[in-house]
């Protein structure tokens, strides 16, 4: 990737992080959804953009896995 598209590429990232307040994590603006999250490697906050819709549907299934994991865990355990 050329150094103008990089550039480019940060420029959005850092215009899209000002839309969050200090401990915010998710945000609405214009009618979609921005949600903060924390890349550990990069060491860096990025920004998801979602539809409401999307977002509903990923949050549903990151519920639904998490409790497939919690069934998981305590069958383990039993």
Same mark, same amino acid.
């Given at each position: 990737?050329? @150094?103008? =598209?990089?550039?480019?590429?940060? $420029?959005?990232?850092?215009?899209? /992080?000002? !839309? !969050?307040?200090?401990?915010? +994590? #998710? #945000?609405?603006? %214009?009618?979609? &959804? /921005? =949600?903060? &999250?924390? %890349?550990?490697?990069? @060491?860096?906050? $990025?920004?998801?953009?979602?539809?409401? +819709?999307?977002?509903?549907?990923? +949050? +549903?299934? /990151?519920?639904?896995?998490?409790? /497939?994991?919690?069934? =998981?865990?305590?069958?383990?355990?039993?």
């Amino acid at each position: 990737m050329g @150094k103008f =598209k990089q550039s480019q590429n940060q $420029q959005r990232h850092n215009f899209l /992080l000002t !839309f !969050f307040k200090k401990d915010q +994590e #998710v #945000v609405e603006v %214009n009618g979609y &959804i /921005l =949600k903060k &999250i924390f %890349n550990p490697m990069m @060491k860096v906050w $990025q920004v998801a953009i979602f539809t409401k +819709e999307s977002y509903s549907r990923a +949050e +549903e299934y /990151l519920q639904s896995q998490s409790h /497939l994991a919690s069934i =998981k865990q305590q069958s383990l355990i039993d």
